[in-house]
């Protein structure tokens, strides 16, 4: 609030209500004040470069990497998320993270390129662009393609499979969800009956991290676009990763979600496989 009355209020305190532009939403008292804070500072932007960068930043859940704001900076531009980013100079371009800096929107550490900000910042912009952009996805989208093709195929290294965790995700929020499931966290991270990154990285955190983007809600509810066989797996995968970080309550309810849907489909080898997992749980529950 402060950084907000002393650039856009000319650092007149008694003006300090006109930041409050927006209704309220859900949340504590201070997470609605914040909320309110960012509303203003969208609308004070208007649709420049500034408000282009923070619409990005809604993008991501974590420091967003060089190669992906490049990504995102390049024609065409993506309606409602980047036309103020499409064909800046250089020089502008430092002028508009400088001044989002200075208003504290920003983190000050640029390492290559990287740019982060304050989690309440990334998760009420992105909550703007998911509400009032058409380009939510398509952006969201492009990202999901510049990490798959720029990232090697199967990394054999933990750090080396961050960016395609960070596809899958993106994937999920483009609702391209059956292209994350089969050819990145199924073909590029999972491999198969090979389980590299539970068996060879211990990835079950990551794994897990992954996997819920591929739900609605609750380890109960895998999405409903995807075949039924994808979320009979994806319930198994779920109660299997939960299992290994020691969730075992947790864990118990989507395996068996799962092993009744392979029943279902009288896929019994699976079913077998599925029931066996679960009587392991509930020995160990």
Not at 47 to 73: I, K, N, Q, T
Not at 111 to 135: I, K, M, N, T
Not at 157 to 168: C, I
Request: net charge neutral; charged share 25%; glycine share 12%.
């Amino acid at each position: 609030l402060g950084g907000y009355v002393a650039e856009v209020l000319g650092g007149d305190i008694r003006r300090r209500g006109e930041a409050t532009l927006a209704g309220d939403e859900h949340g504590t008292r201070d997470e609605k004040h914040a909320w309110r804070l960012m509303r203003a500072y969208d609308t004070w932007f208007g649709d420049g470069a500034e408000r282009s960068l923070l619409r990005v930043m809604g993008l991501f859940d974590r420091p967003a990497p060089a190669g992906c704001v490049a990504a995102l900076r390049a024609k065409p531009a993506i309606p409602g998320v980047t036309e103020g980013l499409v064909g800046l100079s250089e020089k502008e371009y430092r002028r508009a993270l400088a001044r989002l800096r200075d208003a504290g929107l920003l983190s000050r550490d640029d390492d290559g390129g990287v740019l982060d900000a304050h989690p309440l910042v990334r998760e009420c912009f992105g909550a703007l662009l998911a509400r009032e952009s058409r380009g939510f996805q398509a952006a969201h989208g492009r990202l999901f393609d510049h990490l798959c093709k720029s990232t090697e195929r199967l990394p054999d290294t933990l750090e080396a499979m961050q960016p395609l965790y960070q596809a899958v995700w993106h994937g999920c929020q483009a609702r391209r969800r059956r292209e994350a499931l089969y050819d990145v966290f199924s073909a590029r991270i999972d491999r198969g009956n090979e389980h590299y990154s539970v068996n060879k990285l211990g990835a079950s955190a990551a794994d897990l991290g992954a996997l819920a983007g591929f739900f609605d809600g609750g380890w109960l509810r895998p999405a409903a676009e995807l075949p039924d066989a994808a979320r009979a797996w994806l319930l198994g995968e779920a109660g299997f990763a939960l299992r290994a970080l020691g969730r075992l309550a947790e864990a118990i309810e989507p395996m068996r979600a799962g092993l009744e849907m392979r029943v279902a489909a009288e896929d019994w080898k699976n079913a077998a496989i599925a029931a066996g997992n679960l009587a392991q749980m509930q020995a160990a529950a």
